[in-house]
């Protein structure tokens, strides 16, 4: 009976710390930048893919685009707010970039 229990405890914890550790990589944070002005703009060629960047000021990490349409549409200099998620098994990429909270355009 108490190995049986030792044998359920030990397995329990196996069972909770994997999934502990395959939630904390797999989980998507998202995350806004508010007026960020884009200091570099610049595409990787990989070996099967290209890889569209900007960083933006006050954040040393680069953020990625999905899609070049977007990415082509930044212009270094010029201030955005930028809506991106991340998460430790994937880097940060642009989710939404522009006037997010909808201010100004009162023409």
Do not use: C, Q
């Amino acid at each position: 009976m108490k190995k049986k229990l030792i044998k359920t405890i030990i397995v329990s914890i196996i069972v909770i710390t994997g999934l502990s550790f395959y939630l904390n990589t797999k989980i998507a944070h998202h995350d806004t930048l508010h007026d960020v002005k884009v200091i570099e703009k610049h595409d990787k060629e990989m070996e099967k893919s290209h890889k569209y960047i900007i960083k933006v000021e006050g954040m040393k990490k680069e953020l990625r685009f999905k899609d070049k349409m977007t990415w082509n549409l930044v212009e270094v200099g010029e201030t955005y707010d930028i809506e991106y998620e991340y998460s430790k098994a994937h880097p940060p990429t642009v989710k939404a970039i522009g006037d997010l909270e909808g201010h100004g355009g009162g023409h």
